[in-house]
């Protein structure tokens, strides 16, 4: 209760959906409270478009927003790009990512407002509500949750209906059912058609890849310039890394590079078929691992992408805000020292490749991995190397050999008699 109110004081995580549009109205009857509508800018452009004035329309004492598009790019999006964070070695993690920072946001405003509650839009089979959850708990514990679609235990139709009833405005109709979220990682796409996983998805979902019959018949090359991990450059141009970032999703989803379309384990248990577009995301994640994999010894890549990915599984699992994900990441960013150099990519028809790197801490050394006149590698020492290598495997297959022919050689009766329960 705040500002001489006898209301309660609810900060709602609004983006305008239909989630978060009906949720207004909701609270406010259901908890008899005063809402404020706080959206994060995170880079989702269109979906703004409108909504804080929505928002008060639809019932909101105030509604803000907070513009968060470097923090999220670097303190969220960076390491993840740093750690190769790909959730099943598929999904760049672009929603998951955001809702840590949208969370600490949400739960700042509300101690900073004196409210003490705050709400979200998610479903009570989703994701996004543990990583609510667990982050405003961690963060601030004294501040109650309301997530009113789950509590409603209402279906997007269930919403809609409710939202022409009570005369809230909202986007999503039955005609298009379908839920984005989208932000400067990426777009994910959810509901209607996309629910049955033996369907194509429609090309009506795709917004940052377009037509496949629009995407250009001639490839393009991309050269990508990192400073220790952190991308600085593209084709030769400085960008600040929410500029690099929207240069690379325009570049690459010309060429329709980062459509993704998979079933996904969801931390509560149960698959899902999930889609989106990551062309920015995918292309630099890409060419970040080119460049790691000219400039890293073979045990620390082979240790790093183990750590990697117990990285990308805590983020989604809406564990940012835990101390491993925290030693995880020290441990990342001390590898990212010599990550300097550039990478060219080749963009064409869907696909991303790396054909070009280049480093001065390359390991590649061409003085010994040369087949030329020039090589300096001293071959005549590969003898010895291969004997001591495999010498143990020599020895091991030796014994396991004399003594299989020495149980050859065991008459039946003397054998050992195995008992069985």
């Known amino acids: 209760m705040t500002n001489g109110s006898t209301k309660r004081h609810v900060v709602l995580a609004y983006s305008g959906g239909l989630d978060t549009s009906v949720a207004i109205r909701w609270i406010a009857e259901k908890h008899d409270a005063e809402v404020t509508a706080l959206s994060v800018d995170v880079g989702q452009e269109g979906e703004l478009t409108g909504a804080l004035d929505r928002a008060k329309r639809n019932g909101a004492r105030d509604a803000q927003l907070i513009d968060a598009k470097a923090t999220f790019v670097e303190e969220y999006c960076l390491p993840a790009l740093q750690a190769n964070a790909l959730y099943e070695g598929i999904y760049p993690l672009s929603t998951a990512l955001a809702r840590p920072l949208i969370a600490k946001t949400l ?160 931390v509560v248990g149960i698959k899902s078929r999930e889609t989106y577009e990551c062309p920015g995301s995918v292309a630099l994640i890409t060419a970040h691992q080119a460049l790691e994999a000219l400039v890293l010894p073979r045990d620390l890549l082979q240790f790093k992408a183990s750590v990697d990915r117990r990285f990308a599984d805590l983020v989604y699992d809406g564990l940012w805000f835990s101390p491993l994900r925290e030693a995880l990441q020290a441990f990342i960013t001390s590898t990212q020292s010599v990550v300097t150099g550039h990478v060219t990519l080749r963009l064409h028809h869907g696909s991303c490749r790396a054909v070009g790197r280049r480093s001065e801490y390359s390991l590649l050394a061409h003085e010994l991995a040369t087949y030329g006149a020039d090589s300096r590698f001293p071959q005549e020492l590969a003898v010895g190397f291969i004997h001591l290598y495999g010498l143990p495997n020599q020895l091991a297959h030796a014994r396991v050999a004399a003594a299989r022919a020495a149980i050859e050689r065991t008459p039946d009766a003397a054998r050992p008699v195995l008992r069985t329960a």
């Open 107 to 266: 739960a700042e405003t509300a101690v900073a407002t004196g409210a003490d509650t705050v709400a979200h839009g998610c479903t009570g089979k989703g994701n996004d509500q543990v990583r609510f959850d667990v982050a405003v708990h961690t963060l601030a514990p004294s501040l109650h949750i309301i997530a009113p679609v789950r509590e409603w235990n209402m279906n997007r139709d269930d919403e809609i209906a409710y939202a022409r009833t009570h005369g809230i405005e909202v986007r999503t109709t039955k005609e298009s059912p379908y839920s984005v979220d989208e932000n400067l990682w990426g777009r994910s796409i959810e509901g209607g058609r996309l629910e049955d996983a033996g369907v194509p998805a429609p090309e009506e979902v795709f917004d940052w890849t377009g037509h496949p019959s629009n995407w250009p018949e001639s490839p393009e090359l991309v050269d990508v310039e990192f400073v220790q991990g952190v991308p600085v450059a593209v084709d030769g141009v400085r960008l600040d890394l929410v500029s690099l970032v929207r240069t690379m999703n325009r570049r690459a989803g010309l060429h329709g590079v980062g459509r993704i379309d998979h079933v996904e384990d969801r």
